[in-house]
């Protein structure tokens, strides 16, 4: 048969169940499983490849930081590794007497790491990097920083020359910060070392991605934080995924007729919910011939399943993962089951075993089972890293030379990477007519629900969301000086159109947000995920036009345009943990339904 038609979509999960799917697609002779994941970070993977040789996420060392300049990353919130930086940055704020790190965020919408800065710097969506390379010119004019030759600043065109393209004046042009801003902050980065820059999120989600990811990693070049104290590192990798198709090259070949999916295995992946409109999602699931779903839950995806095969929940089967960030040593994780399977679930890897062994040719796969596969790959590290890691629910620390890699990257050895044309400042295109679609739309992740995938747990649905304690439904935000132009009143019933689609939610008049953006949390909106999730919100997705980031061809997924208008007066969909003082105790019931 035609052994390259199955296809495998997860979320890329870098763990051992990940390296024995991909072992399992490799001797099968099928592709590399296809990661549905549309707000990754894949372009700063592809920066830190180009800057620092190092295609993953950074980790940074706040504990050791004196200043620390964020753009645009809710580090503290939903961004890389939360806990780890959360640790990092208390220690940073509190843990050294008569020491305290300062903190500066660039966004346009102030969120909740946002909300612990000292200085909160607005900027024009797009222009973070205009606003890094700023900085680096007035620290070189002024000779704050010695001057730097590396690897990363050789990517950025005019650094050898001192950035002219970036003067003050120019960066007030288009960013919006004014000079003597600049100049201040600009003072105080070289006076509070070691200082470091960070980048993530939204900044990287306009069609120029690529270029602000490049130049905030040569701004930290600048400072000296790589691989130093108080800077950015990377993570040593137990396990390194291998380049799997991302599901928008997947739903383009499929639909096009390039491609063929006879058989979609489907893992903890929703791409239905989670694509843009334009990569008709849907529609390249359903061309295969045979769907099975792993999922424990049915959500929009795994309705299409012609079979379901639930795993496991985290409690009933083994749970392990082998971090991409947060620690300065490698780390792999593993937990046993903590109870006995309350139903007539199956861990999938054991399934994926199971299967492989019962093929007219079967796999060459050495294990029986998928914690077997677990214990071999902690002594192939050490001869005690398995029993540490039962003991303390993981091994951390340094990795033997001689470790090999697993997974479908095994055997192989790395490509060095090749050789970049610098690059120049390009303003970020949108979908929209300006004169039509007057701002610009800022999707986000919330805190309680992520990309969507944690909507159905009804303790989550009834966590307030911790800027606006709106909790069991959607809201858009809104400048309220733009929304008392529009006529707006808090809660009132607003449209929100793009090109590609509209929808009605109730408006929260946020004023730490640019008067320009329109912003709206990701992850409700379901039409079929339990009976917590279905019918609940809106889905700010359906919003979205289908930009790729110019470099990397990644989801440009702050590069749509919106208008918004007053439909009717607040009707009490949006329910909130205190309004007035009123405490709602059954905020589920009644008008939410």
Known sequence: GDHKALAFIGTGHRSQRQSLIEQFLAKFGASAPVVANAFGDDVLRRANELSFGQAQLPTFDLKNARFVLSFGADFLGTWNSPVSQSAGYGHMRQGRPGIRGSFVQVESRMTTTGASADHWVPVHPGTEGVLALGLAHVLLEHQLRPATSGRASALISGWGAGLEAYSPENVQKLTGVAPERLERLAHEIAEQSPAVAIVGGAPLAHTNGLFTALAVNALNELLGAVG???????????????????????????????????????DGANPVFTSPTAWRAKEAVEKAGF?????????????????????????????????????????????????KPLYTTRATGDVLLEVGRGLTTPLDLPWQTYDEMLKSTFDAIGEEAWTAAQTQGGWWGELPRKTAPTGRDAGRTAAPTPAATPVEFVPPTFDGDATQFAYHFLPYQSHQFLDGSLAHLPWLQEFPDPTTSVMWGSWVEINPATAAGLQIAQGDLVEVASSVGTLQTPAFLNPALAPNIVAMPIGQGHTNFTRYASGRGQNPIALLAAVPESATGALAWAATRVKISRIAEADGRMIMFSARGELREKPHEGVTR
């Open 228 to 266: 130093q104290p108080g800077g950015l590192h990377f993570t040593p990798q137990v396990y390194t995924p291998a380049a799997g198709q991302t599901f928008a090259a997947f739903a383009a070949a499929v639909n096009g007729g390039t491609q063929s999916a006879k058989v979609v295995l489907l």
């Open 291 to 339: 769907i099975v779903s792993f999922g424990s839950f049915i959500d929009e995806t795994s309705a299409l399943a012609d079979l379901v095969l639930p795993d496991h929940s985290f409690l009933e089967g083994w749970a392990d993962a082998t971090p991409e960030a947060g620690a300065l040593t490698a780390v792999a994780s593993v937990a046993p089951p903590a109870m």
